[in-house]
């Protein structure tokens, strides 16, 4: 079978290879053997095979946050899944044909629900969902905001946030994204700038924004605060300019602004199984009804894996960027 691997931390696309290696083989009582439909390329990954993420694997190491696929063989101690069904795969290591792991380390989704979106199932609707509820209780009419507002995580907090007719600021880097993100629930989008306060205050009638998502951190997250009611939150979960989170003492001390950060590595496992299995049955109710969605710019075999790569490293891109490492899927995977 064939997998990605990297034997050193380098620039992703250049360290990064398809190799053969032998097939998983037999699993043990309570393991199962997944065929990995679908994959996609998050910046996490490249962040980890750059070998700047929090997590540095022992190498070589397969990369792979998140994926989809279906059982083929199970332990015989094995009761939570069946050979036939599809799972999403809960721990990492994912970009590759077979994976053989723990019966507890798959979570069951629905057939006839669109795989590429259930690929990517795993870490931004469960990030988007979890950061709009655990920091402020947002009601119908009440605003947020947010910045990378096209990115995977930017869709899902639109879309989740539209559903509960709460309202969102999105601030993008550039005009292009202002149109399609509009389309899909947006309430203003503003292009970031010294002046962003000003025009959030008279975009969003000078509604009090008690809660702000960034995953861009550096000087933005001042003009976030600046966007803020006293006392609200900034919630960073992203590092996409590379710089630290930036607030003034003013905004700390006297207007109590909080800046606070969102793992979801770390508020997994501090979930209840039961607990777990409801926030993605009811993510993966979404997808399939249509409401959660995010859009797709390309996928690719993974023989491809360096030009996949080079893609999703790209800017400006019109969505993201899958894998699907056994071919490619029945009617482009929306089955
Ligand atoms: N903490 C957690 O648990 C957690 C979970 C999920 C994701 N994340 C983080 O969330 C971020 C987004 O992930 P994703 O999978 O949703 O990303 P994605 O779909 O691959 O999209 C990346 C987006 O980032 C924007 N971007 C890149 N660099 C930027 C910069 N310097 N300033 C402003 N925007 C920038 C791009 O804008 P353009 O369209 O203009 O190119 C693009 O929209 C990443 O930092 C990821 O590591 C964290």
Known sequence: M??????????????????????????????????????????VDLLTIAGDYAIKPVLPAIPGSEGVGCITRVGIDVSNVAPGDRVILMGRDNWVQQRKVKHHQVLKVPHGVDVLQLAMLKI????????????????????????????????????????????????????????????????????????????VKSAADNAAIRLAIDAVAGDICMRLADCLTDGATIVNYGLLSGKPCMLRSDQTIFRGITLTGFWLAKVLPKMSFDDITAL???????????????????????????????HAGRSGRSGKILVTPNGVLPAQGHA
């Open 124 to 199: 931004n609707p469960a990030t988007a969902w979890l950061m709009l509820h655990d920091y402020e209780t947002l009601n119908p009419g009440d605003w947020l905001i947010q910045d990378a507002a096209n990115s995977g995580v930017g869709h899902n907090i639109i879309r989740l946030a539209k559903a509960s007719a709460i309202r969102t600021v999105n601030v993008v880097r550039r005009a292009a994204l202002i149109e399609p993100l509009t389309a899909i629930g947006a309430d203003v989008v503003l292009v970031d700038g010294d002046d962003l306060p000003a025009r």
């Open 2 to 43: 064939k997998i990605v691997q990297f034997t050193s931390f380098g620039p992703p696309h250049e360290v990064t290879d398809c190799v053969e290696v032998d097939d998983v083989g037999v699993p043990l009582d309570d393991e199962v053997v997944v065929e990995v439909e679908a994959f996609p390329i998050n910046p």
């Open 280 to 310: 993605y049955g009811q993510l993966a109710g979404r997808i399939a009804d249509g409401s959660l969605h995010v859009d797709i710019e390309k996928t690719y075999p993974i023989e491809d894996i360096r030009t996949a790569i080079a």
